[in-house]
C-alpha cells in the first residue's frame, strides 16, 4: 500500500508543493511546528536512508541547503532544524523517508516539535507561493 506521501505525490491527495523535480518533492507540513515547516520527500518510496537509490542520495544535501536558505528568506527565522527520522523507533510516523526543514527563532525550544496548524487555508497558500518564488531564486 502507497505511504501517504506518495499519495500526495501522485496526487491523490492534495498538498501544498514547494518543489516538484525528478526524483524529489518538497510540501508544507499539514501540522507545522512553526510557519514554513518543510517535508523534503524522495519521489521513491523507501522506509530508511540505507535504501535511498544513488542519485537521488546524491542530491540530498544540495535540496536541504536550497530549502533552508528559501526559509530563511521568507521567515526570517535564526536557524533552521533539520530533523531525519530514520525508522520508528526514532519518531518516523510514516514509512516514507523524508526530512523536516523547520524554521526556528529567538525564544523558540529548540528541540520542542509539538505540531501546529495554519490560521487559515489562505495563509498556508501565502507560505507555499513565497517558498516556491524563495526557492526559485536560490542558486543551486
Known amino acids: 500500500m502507497a505511504s501517504i506521501f506518495t499519495r500526495i505525490i501522485e496526487g491523490e491527495i492534495p498538498g501544498s508543493f514547494i518543489l516538484k ?16 515547516h518543510i517535508l523534503l520527500v524522495p519521489r521513491q518510496e523507501v522506509a530508511l536512508l540505507p535504501e535511498l537509490d544513488g542519485a537521488s542520495l546524491a542530491e540530498t544535501g544540495a535540496w536541504l541547503a536550497r530549502l533552508d536558505c528559501a ?8 536557524a533552521v532544524s533539520v530533523l531525519l527520522r530514520d525508522g520508528p523507533v526514532a519518531g518516523q510516523e510514516v514509512p516514507h523517508l523524508h526530512w523536516h526543514l523547520i524554521p526556528r527563532h529567538s525564544g523558540d525550544r529548540a528541540h520542542h516539535f ?23 531564486r536560490v542558486q543551486g
Open 21 to 36: 523535480q525528478e526524483r524529489w518533492v518538497a510540501f508544507l507540513d499539514i501540522n507545522p511546528v512553526s510557519p514554513g
Open 71 to 78: 526559509l530563511r528568506q521568507v521567515t526570517g527565522c535564526a
Open 114 to 136: 509539538a505540531s501546529g496548524s495554519y490560521a487559515s487555508d489562505e495563509e498556508r497558500e501565502r507560505m507555499r507561493a513565497a517558498l516556491q518564488a524563495a526557492l526559485d
